[in-house]
Each structure stands twice: as C-alpha cells, then as structure tokens.
Nanobody
Framework: VQLQASGGGLVQAGGSLRLSCSASGRNYNGYAMGWFRQAPGKGREFVAG????????DYADSVKGRFTISRDGAKGTVYLQMNNLKPEDTAVYYC??????????????WGRGTLVTVSS
C-alpha cells in the first residue's frame, strides 16, 4: 500500500491544521491507520491511530483533547485535525498503515512525512 501525506505548514500557536493521508494500492481499506511525528533531534513518537472501519481511535496523552483522527473509507483517506497547536507540536508528521482491523501501533507501511511548524 502506498501512503501520501499532505497538509503541513506554518501556523501560529493556538491555530489549527488538518493533515490528510491518501492510501492506494491493493486492499488499502483493510488497514488500520495512524500518525506518528518526529521533532528535531528526537525520536519518532506515536500521535494517533484508528481502526480500519473508523472505530477505536487512540491518542497519545500529549494530544488528547486537541487532535482528532478520522477516516473516509470511500476516499481511502485518513485525516488528523489538529487544534490549539503548541510550539512543541512542531515536527515532521508521518502516516502509517497496519494490516488488520485494529490499530496496535506496529505499522507495516510508512508514508513520507509532512512538516508542521508552530510558531510561538
């Protein structure tokens, strides 16, 4: 499966962005999907994940209440709505796909990242 992320950019603290990840290839709707991020000088960390049918969303504690993950099965697209952004959210964001109905945080495929920069 191929993944293409988009929607990153520069935003002021307190602002919002919506990231999109388009999936294509064989059986792309059979995958649970997730988002990770990697800040400068830090390791990659989990942000959010969602089941193949859009159920059971899971979030990192650092983004709970501010970020929302959703998916449109018909379009093969997963979204990450990010509200009340903070400078510490600055990172390259990656979407990922895990074969199966539920997200467990062990991706099989990764997309290229999209940069999110939050200014203070």
């Amino acid at each position: 499966v191929q993944l293409q992320a988009s929607g990153g950019g520069l935003v002021q603290a307190g602002g919002s962005l919506r990231l999109s990840c388009s999936a294509s290839g064989r059986n792309y709707n059979g995958y649970a999907m997730g988002w990770f991020r990697q800040a400068p000088g830090k390791g990659r960390e989990f942000v959010a994940g969602i089941g193949w049918n859009g159920g059971s969303p899971d979030y990192a504690d650092s983004v709970k209440g501010r970020f929302t993950i959703s998916r449109d099965g018909a379009k093969g697209t997963v979204y990450l709505q990010m509200n009340n952004l903070k400078p510490e959210d600055t990172a390259v964001y990656y979407c990922a796909a895990e074969w199966g109905s539920s997200w467990s945080g062990a991706p099989d495929y990764w997309g290229r990242g999209t940069l999110v920069t939050v200014s203070s």
